[in-house]
């Protein structure tokens, strides 16, 4: 699967530095969400999932917050590498339902 | 280990002909999703197996898509009657469980001329 093309919008951050990826769901009743990462010529890839009986949720080098008040999703990562360069997509899911609903997607460009 | 595997990678087709897309899940996993990318949007749900349970179809934008899953393992995702609105990439996911972490196949990315 090819990244989503041409209008996405993309943070560019400098080897090193901490980045933060930004995602508004617009259902309170999604109650499941996920990130996931999405390099050129290559499926979504699982990064980290949190539900919405939890606020922050910690991987290796992601955190992802959920603040359930404004409905915003965030996922940082530390210490940002050029391996990071990829799209990342939020998915929310809501209740019984099976869907994932994906975001847009963000590019993140990783300047060495 | 083998990952979700989808056949072919790339599909290009005639308009109105037929097409069938495979995905072959991780061994074990009962949850298989077939999503749409489409150029400049998201992922588009498109259709969920758990075991032998009924298909939820809910995502399936018109009646010329189907999907099966054969012995609860293989799934072949057909477009009848191709429209060019159908190129997109078609990738396949698969979970142990509802909700857990998909794993996703590559994609087949079909172009309708």
């Known amino acids: 699967g090819e990244s989503v093309g041409l209008h996405l919008p993309t943070l560019s951050v400098q080897e090193g530095d901490n980045s933060i990826i930004n995602c508004a769901y617009s259902n309170s009743a999604s109650d499941y969400f996920i990130w996931y990462k999405q390099e050129s010529g290559k499926g979504p890839q699982f990064i980290i999932d949190i539900r919405s009986n939890m606020d922050k949720r910690q991987g290796q080098r992601v955190t992802v917050l959920l603040n359930k008040t404004v409905k915003h999703l965030s996922l940082q990562i530390a210490a940002t590498q050029p391996g990071d360069s990829a799209v990342y997509f939020c998915a929310e899911n809501i209740g019984a339902g099976n869907m994932l609903t994906f975001g847009g997607g963000t590019r993140l460009m990783v300047k060495p | 280990g083998a990952g979700v595997s989808q056949s072919p990678s790339n599909k290009v087709t005639e308009k109105g002909k037929d097409v069938e897309l495979r995905c072959d899940p991780i061994s074990g996993h009962t949850a298989l999703y077939w999503y749409r990318q489409s150029l400049g949007q998201g992922l588009e749900f498109l259709i969920y197996?758990?075991?032998?349970?009924?298909?939820?179809k809910s995502g399936l934008p018109s009646d010329r898509f189907s999907a099966e899953r054969t012995g609860g393992s293989v799934s072949t995702l057909t477009i009848q009657r191709t429209q060019q609105e159908d190129s997109a990439v078609y990738l396949c996911?698969?979970?142990?469980?509802?909700?857990?972490?998909?794993?996703f196949g590559p994609g087949t990315r079909l172009t309708v001329l």
């Open positions: 197996f758990q075991g032998n349970s009924a298909p939820d």
């Open positions: 996911a698969s979970s142990l469980a509802r909700l857990n972490e998909q794993f």
